[in-house]
C-alpha cells in the first residue's frame, strides 16, 4: 500500500505529529474513529502503542515500536494488530518526508505479514483509512 500527499505545513510540524502522544491521539485514525490514548516514544526502538476506537465503542489495538528515525526525513514503525493474546498481522510502515513549495509532501509505504485471514478486510480498507488519516494529520498541521 502506498499513498502520498502535500499538506501546506512546515517540514519540521509535520515530521513531530508522528513523535508525541498528543498529536497522535488527534489525528492516527480515520474519520469516525478516535484515539483515546497513545503511548508514542520517539525515539529509535520507543514505543508506537494506539488505541483506536470505533464510533461504536469497540476498540482497536496497535502496538509497535519505531525501527528508525531520522529526522525530518524518514520513519519506520513496526505494528502489531493482535486479536484477544495472538496477532492478526504486522505492518511495516514508511513514512518520507520532504519539503517542497511552502510545504511537505508525506509518502507512506506499508507492507503486511498477514497471520490471520480475519485481517483480510483491515488491509484491504488501508488505503481509504490511510487516507482519512492523512485529512486529520492535514487538519491539524496546516497553516
Known amino acids: 500500500m502506498q499513498i502520498e500527499r502535500f499538506i501546506k505545513a512546515p517540514l519540521s510540524r509535520v515530521f513531530q505529529a508522528w513523535l508525541n502522544s498528543?498529536?497522535?491521539?488527534?489525528?492516527?485514525?480515520?474519520?469516525?474513529?478516535?484515539?483515546p490514548k497513545a503511548q508514542i516514544d520517539g525515539i529509535i526502538g520507543g514505543l508506537f502503542n494506539?488505541?483506536?476506537?470505533?464510533?461504536?465503542?469497540?476498540?482497536?489495538?496497535?502496538?509497535?515500536?519505531?525501527i528508525a528515525i531520522s529526522d525530518n526525513q524518514?520513519?519506520?514503525?513496526?505494528?502489531?494488530?493482535?486479536?484477544?493474546?495472538?496477532?492478526?498481522?504486522?505492518?511495516?510502515?514508511?513514512?518520507?518526508?520532504?519539503a517542497q513549495d511552502e510545504g511537505t509532501v508525506i509518502e507512506i509505504e506499508q507492507s503486511y505479514d498477514i497471520f490471520d485471514e480475519a485481517a483480510s478486510p483491515m488491509i484491504k480498507g488501508a488505503p481509504l483509512g490511510w487516507a482519512q488519516t492523512l485529512d486529520k494529520l492535514q487538519a491539524l498541521v496546516e497553516i
Open 22 to 35: 498528543n498529536d497522535i491521539c488527534q489525528w492516527f485514525s480515520p474519520h469516525g474513529f478516535s484515539v
Open 50 to 66: 494506539v488505541t483506536m476506537r470505533a464510533p461504536e465503542g469497540w476498540e482497536h489495538e496497535t502496538h509497535g515500536r519505531f
Open 74 to 98: 524518514h520513519l519506520i514503525i513496526e505494528m502489531f494488530v493482535p486479536d484477544l493474546d495472538k496477532p492478526l498481522f504486522k505492518a511495516m510502515t514508511h513514512a518520507h518526508f520532504r
